[in-house]
């Protein structure tokens, strides 16, 4: 397919901006917080934001991620599109409401943008016997009449062209220094878990299979293991794991002292396309332990902020041995407000108001 370019040199600025989500506030994971703080940073620059997303409709625990909504019926997607009258259109997510939205556009000849956030493939292998090669064949077929599919780092995209998309593009991710700072535990508003010792090794992120957490939790170390964050194996790993500090999700300064006072910060994952929590524990000077694979390779520089290794708990050691507050500086290129910059540009314009008789479903 031929993806048409996304911008002409006489298209005006994007002003108006539906954005249709499956992955929003209630939800605590890395897609939330990149769309939260992209729309953020949007309406910042006067762009006018109406995000379609699970909690405007009824909906139904998604089997196995019970924390995720399946929007089952969205009767009124086309009147809040046709009266919102969007100068661009971004479909986020390949959740159902993103089906929805894209089959409306491709009925209208609306061109839009998509985005790939998550390694489905792989976590679908992980808790089914389905081929990658059939997830991904699903997600080539819904990305494909995209007009830019933004993804969030290099090796991402090598990995994609590979797999046969197309029209692929980067949109990179950022880090609110403001919150995420390596004196953050030293804040007034930081409220320490009850049972969190004083030398202790980080997780921030799902409790899920594909985060691979027991990579990191079968290891003997020399000290705490903290795992911060909820998911359908928190309950097993508790249990299995009763040594190690289990807080839930946390947020604000608590989860910003949390990552300044680690050791190191364990990212186990093999399957994820980006970890903005490596990122946000950078910025808190805290080095990062992980598999050298897409993400964590795309982001650390090894023996300055982190360490990649196939062996986790080398990884770990040699990891803690660069904690230092000057880490907070080795990653200046990664702000919310470039990445709402390269957002913006790479948009596909609407060039007309939709007739309102293409509206009726």
């Not at 298209?11 to 890395?30: E, F, K």
């Not at 969030?152 to 700072?181: I, K, Y």
Request: glycine share 6%.
């Amino acid at each position: 397919m031929t993806h048409p370019t996304h911008r002409s040199p006489r298209q005006p600025a994007i002003r108006r901006l539906t954005m249709v989500t499956d992955a929003w506030s209630p939800q605590v994971n890395g897609v939330v917080t990149t769309l939260t703080q992209l729309v953020k940073q949007l309406q910042a620059q006067g762009v006018d934001v109406d995000v379609i997303q699970p909690t405007d409709y009824p909906s139904v625990p998604l089997p196995t991620y019970k924390e995720i909504p399946w929007v089952w019926r969205a009767p009124d997607l086309a009147e809040r599109l046709q009266r919102f009258q969007p100068e661009a259109l971004h479909i986020a997510t390949e959740g159902a409401l993103g089906w929805k939205a894209r089959k409306l556009a491709l009925r209208w000849g609306w061109p839009f943008t998509t985005a790939y956030h998550t390694q489905y493939p792989q976590y679908v292998r992980a808790r089914a016997p389905i081929p990658e090669r059939l997830t991904y064949a699903l997600l080539r077929r819904f990305h494909q009449p995209a007009t830019r599919t933004f993804v969030p780092t290099a090796s991402m995209r090598q990995s994609l062209t590979r797999a046969g998309f197309e029209g692929l593009t980067h949109m990179t991710r950022g880090v609110d220094t403001q919150l995420f700072h390596p004196a953050a535990h030293q804040s007034p508003a930081y409220q320490s878990p009850r049972g969190l010792e004083s030398l202790y090794y980080l997780y921030v992120g799902r409790v899920a299979p594909e985060k691979n957490l027991r990579a990191f939790l079968e290891l003997t170390l020399p000290g705490q293991k903290v795992v911060v964050g909820d998911g359908p194996e928190r309950d097993r790993l508790e249990t299995d794991f009763p040594e190690v500090l289990f807080t839930g999700a946390q947020s604000g300064a608590t989860l910003a002292g949390l990552y300044a006072g680690a050791q190191a910060f364990v990212f186990p994952s093999r399957t994820d396309t980006f970890g903005v929590v490596n990122i946000e524990a950078i910025a808190c000077g805290t080095p990062v332990a992980a598999f050298p694979v897409t993400g964590p390779k795309d982001i650390i520089t090894p023996q300055v902020n982190g360490v990649l290794s196939d062996d986790l708990y080398t990884a770990i050691i040699q990891a803690q041995d660069l904690k230092s507050p000057a880490l907070a500086k080795t990653i200046p290129e990664y702000t919310w407000q470039g990445a709402a910059q390269q957002f913006l540009r790479n948009l596909a314009y609407i060039p007309q108001p939709m007739p309102k008789w293409l509206a009726q479903d």
